[in-house]
């Protein structure tokens, strides 16, 4: 083996297959964002007609190449959904999203038992193998999906203000004696602004939409794990133990918890402590301004302290941070996406201002305006997020994206999947996918009603719970009670005889009406008639009707597959082509089950961005607006 590799001139066949294939990733996408709201859909089937399934134009290394460099995209997108997280909404809905999340596991577990194994005749490890792997959700995908969806919505809106500072400039550059218009009547340019990508991140529906997406990736992994366990038990050639079974279950699920568990405690006892140390972390990754130095003193007389400086300062954290906590996901047997989001929210979380400045800083000179506007500078000079967008913002989007999207089109065995019969049971099976993905919105749509009526609900059931205690209670001490009044029975008669018991005279009629009203005692204040509503009507922002926006986006979002689904089914099938299950034994999928979820993760994968971008752009404001602001 040689110790370098010489360098040789690309010939021109490669150099214009790959700058085509690049070129073609991005023009494609652009047209169907416009055409069907469908990117993502064009680089899936560009990368099936260059890639092994149909001409096989690029070269098997160079597609196991873009594989690599398409999930560093995927991982850096997943960085970025953390890093634009809402901390304080993504634990306030952690309970909805773990709803959400169960609903989406347990419906596409259902219909594919329904279908498979009771409809088309299947083994039941078969229709469970399938409806797992269709169970997940591509976290990468959906996010991809979300950006493209609201930047093209915001474009088609170009004529309004799309971020809430400009509006604010408008309106507040405007004296209000100036504002002749009625409330009605307001101009277009600041007028029901498009959703923009981080505005629907950061809402409730957002977040409820990352969180659950991350949850059925993690039990997805899970399920990964447990494939080559459930082969080996349905071979009769092994025999498998239980604790072989139950370490691949226990180890994914363990690791993600342990993981959720330790990283907090980290980032707020050790990692925020040393970034905010004697203002260590901001004098480097906030830029020079005056009265505040970028690193040292000589280093800001020299012309250093800069934005672009003070970025390059951010990234080391940043990259030190990912690489670690994915070199931890991966050997503790977790997911590595989960790793990266995990990252963005220490980050994001590490970088926020502790308290408020105060009114004598230096930093007045700088800022000028009042604290909340203070604080707010500060958050965006140190926003890990304002540097990812600036320095991998642009790589991301037009090189790693694509080529991700183009590598699920790589591992789809496309000639395969037309065959008459997977034909119709593919598109039925594929069609009874979305629905049970679709289902996610019912726990959306049940919300706005749980707000308004839980409160009484609640107040009701813990009344009825004290009443029920006190009658527990007043059971359990009735005997000591009785003996105790037994016991004290005779010395009050002989303290009082019978005859000589004093009774109070009832007072005559004159008295009564002669004596003045005693205020009546108000009666006491019951919390259940309070929280009850008052005339039986659910306000308009907590109707189910008004949330079918919110429950369409999310259900929409979640139905789109990807390269989990993909590494379920490959791994239940018995391995991928190029890495084949240890001894050639068969999966738990047989063929025509395997070639059914490939339909369906194909089908769900093309379907959904599009339903995605089409909500987007058909219900815009609506979508996070209300309870799901």
Not at 113 to 137: H, M, T, V
Not at 171 to 180: A, G
Not at 490 to 504: N, Y
């Given at each position: ?58 070269h098997i290394d160079w ?32 309970p909805l999203s773990l ?353 308004y009526y839980w409160p ?174």
């Amino acid at each position: 083996m040689p110790n370098v590799l010489p360098y040789e001139e690309p010939t021109l066949i490669h150099l214009l297959t790959f700058s085509s294939f690049l070129y073609l990733l991005n023009i494609i996408r652009v047209a169907a964002d416009f055409l069907v709201h469908g990117g993502i859909v064009a680089e899936i089937t560009l990368g099936i007609i260059f890639g092994s399934p149909l001409a096989g134009i690029l070269h098997i290394d160079w597609e196991a190449t873009f594989t690599v460099f398409g999930y560093i995209g995927l991982v850096l997108v997943v960085f970025e959904g953390g890093l634009s997280s809402n901390l304080r909404m993504l634990f306030k809905n952690l309970p909805l999203s773990l709803v959400c999340a169960v609903t989406g596991i347990v419906f596409p577990i259902a219909l594919s038992f329904a279908s498979l194994y009771a409809g088309f005749g299947y083994r039941p490890l078969e229709a469970f193998a399938a409806g797992a792997a269709l169970s997940s959700d591509s976290l990468g995908t959906t996010l991809a999906a979300l950006n493209s969806a609201a930047k093209s919505s915001a474009a088609a809106h170009g004529r309004t203000l799309t971020t809430e500072s400009e509006r604010t400039c408008v309106t507040d550059s405007l004296p209000i004696s100036h504002n002749t218009n009625p409330p009605g009547d307001c101009p277009d340019t600041i007028a029901a602004p498009a959703p923009t990508p981080n505005s629907l991140k950061q809402s409730r529906i957002g977040t409820v939409l990352i969180s659950a997406a991350i949850i059925d990736d993690v039990i997805g992994l899970i399920v990964a794990a447990v494939m080559p366990a459930l082969a080996l038990v349905q071979s009769d050639t092994a025999s498998v133990g239980g604790n072989n079974i139950a370490w691949p279950i226990i180890r994914p699920l363990l690791a993600s918890v342990l993981m959720a568990l330790i990283a907090p405690i980290v980032c707020r006892f050790i990692l925020r402590p040393l970034f905010w140390y004697r203002g260590f972390g901001e004098r480097w990754c906030a830029p020079a301004r005056p009265g505040k130095p970028w690193g040292l003193a000589r280093l800001t007389e020299s012309g250093w302290g800069t934005e672009t400086h003070a970025d390059a300062a951010k990234l080391f954290p940043m990259v030190a941070i990912l690489s670690a906590m994915a070199a931890i996901a991966h050997y503790t047997g977790t997911s590595v996406l989960f790793g990266a989001y995990l990252t963005g929210l220490m980050l994001t979380y590490i970088a926020q201002p502790p308290g408020h400045p105060q009114s004598s800083s230096p930093d007045e000179a700088y800022y000028a305006g009042d604290e909340k506007g203070i604080m707010d500078r500060r958050a965006k000079d140190l926003s890990f997020e304002e540097t990812f967008a600036r320095l991998l913002g642009p790589v991301q989007e037009y090189v790693l994206l694509p080529m991700f999207f183009a590598s699920i089109g790589f591992a789809i065995p496309f000639l395969d999947l037309w065959r008459p019969t997977m034909i119709w049971r593919g598109i039925v099976y594929s069609i009874l996918m979305c629905v049970a993905k679709l289902a996610v919105g019912v726990p959306i749509l049940l919300y706005g009603p749980y707000l308004y009526y839980w409160p009484s609900i609640s107040a009701r059931i813990r009344q009825r719970v004290r009443a029920s205690l006190h009658k527990v209670r007043a059971g359990l001490l009735f005997p000591f009670r009785s003996c105790r009044s037994r016991d004290t029975a005779p010395a009050d008669e002989e303290r009082f005889p019978r005859s000589s018991t004093l009774v109070a005279p009832e007072p005559g009629l004159q008295d009564k009406l002669e004596a003045p009203d005693a205020p009546t005692p108000p009666p006491p204040i019951s919390r259940v008639s309070i929280a009850a509503p008052r005339d039986g009507k659910i306000p308009l922002t907590h109707r189910a009707s008004t949330s079918i926006p919110a429950a369409a986006f999310i259900g929409a979002a979640m139905v789109a597959r990807g390269e989990i689904g993909l590494l379920i089914a490959q791994l239940a099938r018995g391995g991928s082509e190029h890495a084949p299950a240890p001894g050639g034994e068969a999966g738990v999928l047989s063929e025509e089950p395997f070639l059914l979820c490939i339909w369906a993760i194909l089908l769900c994968t093309l379907v959904g961005p599009i339903a995605l971008g089409y909500f987007v752009r058909r219900w815009g404001p609506r979508l996070n607006s209300g309870i799901w602001a």
